[in-house]
């Protein structure tokens, strides 16, 4: 279990510190704008929301009211197959093993590896590191820059256990525990802000400071507060009663917790104040606590977490080495409380939040993404679908000149396609031929367009290095397998080349954080291992010690990569048919250790060095004795017996096993007694 790390804070302290922090929002609102309308602006194409014309509210609020006869405009879909294609493959490579990250090591550090490996997998399924990895990816992909947190948190949990007076195992209670482990957390980019001196992908080693706000409900906030180990506990009131917006120089409110308005289904309005509305009057209900001294809570709050490297001495705190840099998280209400303060300990000495660009050609945010630069053809294919939408609107409205003297307009412009359409006694006896005239209606051009729409798909598929198929979609075409397997695996060249780039950027310096920050921190317990089905009794001596000697993997870099288990196997082939080879290695122990490195552990089914002794003692009697019998010579040498080479065939009882060598030879119990 972690030692808390904890800082006690002077009021001139937290006074600095929340002056820095609002210095730190305040410099990035000059960026922060510009970034949350770009993000924004992709989220639209990527929803296909953006088209917000007269005409196609029009058409849609028609549709929903179950006027299907309305042809709304339809934004041709570019950029969420791109993107999800790219985000499947993704999974596909770093998320579908299990365990998520395995553990290899050299044959005398088995153990270790598995307990090390056990301890990573039973943090990534109780932290859902899966989703959180997956939503970092599409991130990456439509943003071209995602964050990741990972950070080795200690929390306050209840657990299950058995009373004294609990006899008959209905009585169990809870008991209040602390939990600790590696978390990992994407950071919503619409509501982070980080140095943005140092390019993304550099900001755990080389920036100053990152954070994230998140906003909570009343009742989440006081969870989240409660589940703190240490907080600051006289600022726990004040940061309940605090409002959430502060005026900071000219921007009030401008940093706050911001919800983009994408699905025009839903009308999210954006979360710029909470207020300071009391929490029984916003349900409805009067407040019963006012004026007795209780705590006046407030509709919701925003929480920020905040990861800062600086000197403690500029702040006035207390600290072994305060004029070297050192990394501090703080946990901040509404932008004006500090309820926990904690130094970063970690031997990694690393702000732990990773930042990432799956294209990276050294420009930064220069840098395109995969969403966008498939945005232009989204935009042209969608303007030739629009055409023929409007080509459509046109057949079925069509446009004409009538005479408003021998027709009345109310009547040609009746929406029943099938009413009778009357004429004014004016035109009585008239050719009505001449009362209207219709334009002609030519759809030439509708055959084109359909062309053109697949032309650019297929640009925009060479733009991001992906097919049709890669997409799932069906491709026509006479291909044999082997030559469409050489195809999707030249299509994938992209995809792999992403891959290396987010296992150098992401996965590398995230499984050293992790493997670090179980060494440093884990306490001894037994952890269940789901994938090898068996309780791993986990040793922190025993893990330090071996330190040098493990290697975490992942989907690109599997176990089967970093042990080479296929030439394992060749090499165990060749030594079952070579005696002179097989004689120069202990085979036994040689399977056992690959087996155990694909997840089979045969450790427990080897024989021990007295068992072997005393088997080969009981072959050569039984030999021997086969072969007096067949001279019928006389046959003398007494069978060998377990206990003359120490070897127990019974361990699970030793005690009847003594006092069966401690029977005459030939009698047994019954005769005794």
């Not at 919503?188 to 409900?217: C, H, P, Q, W």
């Not at 702000?351 to 294209?359: A, L, Q, S, T």
């Not at 694909?598 to 004795?625: C, H, I, N, T, V």
Request: aromatic letters at 8%.
């Amino acid at each position: 279990m972690a030692i808390s790390s904890s800082v006690t804070l002077s009021n001139k302290s937290q006074e600095k510190l929340i002056k820095y922090y609002q210095s730190l929002q305040n410099n990035c609102n000059v960026t922060r704008e510009a970034h949350r309308s770009n993000l924004e602006r992709i989220d639209l194409q990527y929803q296909r929301e953006l088209d917000n014309t007269e005409e196609a509210r029009k058409a849609k609020q028609a549709n929903r009211a179950g006027d299907v006869t309305k042809h709304r405009n339809v934004t041709v879909p570019v950029i969420m197959p791109q993107v999800e294609a790219a985000v499947v493959y993704q999974t596909s490579v770093f998320l579908t093993g299990e365990p998520l990250f395995g553990v290899v090591a050299p044959p005398e550090y088995i153990d270790e590896a598995l307990q090390l490996e056990s301890v990573i997998e039973e943090q990534s399924l109780r932290g859902g590191w899966t989703r959180e990895f997956m939503l970092a990816f599409r991130d990456g992909f439509k943003y071209n820059e995602c964050l990741i947190e990972v950070d080795w948190e200690t929390e306050a949990v209840n657990t299950v256990e058995t009373s004294l007076e609990d006899t008959d195992g209905t009585n169990a209670s809870t008991k209040e525990t602390l939990w600790s482990g590696n978390k990992i957390k994407r950071w919503d980019l619409y509501n982070s802000f980080y140095d943005n001196r140092v390019d993304i992908t550099e900001l755990a080693t080389k920036g100053e400071f990152a954070g994230t706000t998140e906003f909570m409900s009343k009742i989440a906030a006081k969870a989240y507060v409660n589940s703190l180990v240490d907080p600051i506990t006289a600022n726990i009131r004040p940061a309940f009663e605090s409002a959430s917006t502060v005026s900071i120089a000219s921007n009030i409110g401008s940093y706050n917790f911001y919800v983009p308005n994408i699905n025009s289904k839903f009308d999210l309005n954006r979360v710029s104040e909470v207020g300071d509305t009391d929490w029984h009057s916003w349900a409805g209900i009067e407040s019963s606590n006012k004026g007795n001294g209780s705590i006046q809570y407030k509709v919701g709050y925003e929480i920020t977490k905040l990861y800062i490297r600086i000197l403690p001495s500029d702040f006035n705190i207390i600290l072994p080495k305060s004029n070297t840099p050192q990394i501090f998280k703080l946990i901040i209400v509404n932008h004006s409380v500090i309820v926990k303060c904690e130094l970063q300990t970690n031997a990694h000495n690393l702000i732990p939040v990773f930042g990432c660009r799956p294209k990276d050609d050294g420009l930064g945010v220069q840098t395109k993404s995969l969403a966008e630069n498939a945005e232009d053809f989204q935009q042209l294919a969608t303007s030739y679908m629009t055409s023929i939408i409007a080509s459509q609107r046109r057949a079925i409205n069509d446009r004409l000149l009538f005479d408003p003297s021998r027709v009345n307009a109310k009547d040609i412009n009746s929406p029943n396609p099938a009413a009778k359409i009357p004429v004014r006694p004016s035109a009585y006896g008239e050719d009505l031929g001449k009362a209207v005239y219709q334009f002609p209606y030519r759809n030439d051009n509708t055959a084109t367009d359909m062309q053109q729409i697949q032309t650019l798909m297929g640009l925009a598929n060479t733009v991001n290095g992906q097919n049709q198929a890669r997409q799932g979609q069906f491709v026509k075409g006479n291909k044999t397998l082997r030559e469409y397997e050489s195809v999707m695996q030249n299509a994938n060249g992209s995809d792999q080349m992403t891959s290396i780039l987010l296992e150098a950027q992401l996965f590398t310096p995230l499984k050293r954080v992790l493997k670090i920050n179980i060494l440093q921190y884990q306490g001894q317990e037994a952890v269940y291992s789901r994938t090898r089905e068996k309780l791993v009794n986990v040793d922190p001596i025993k893990l330090r010690n071996a330190v040098l000697n493990f290697r975490v993997t992942d989907g690109l870099t599997p176990s089967s990569k970093v042990i080479n288990s296929e030439n394992f196997s060749v090499a165990l082939q060749t030594i079952a048919t070579s005696p002179q080879i097989g004689g120069g290695y202990n085979v036994t122990k040689l399977f056992s250790y690959l087996m155990k490195t694909q997840g089979a552990d045969l450790r427990p089914f080897e024989k021990s060095d007295e068992q072997l002794a005393y088997e080969q003692a009981m072959s050569a009697w039984q030999q021997q004795a086969q072969l007096a019998l067949e001279k019928g010579a006389e046959f003398n040498t007494p069978q060998p017996k377990p206990q003359d080479y120490g070897y127990n065939p019974n361990p699970n009882n030793p005690r009847q096993q003594q006092e069966q060598q401690q029977l005459p030879q030939g009698n047994n119990t019954d005769e005794q007694q």
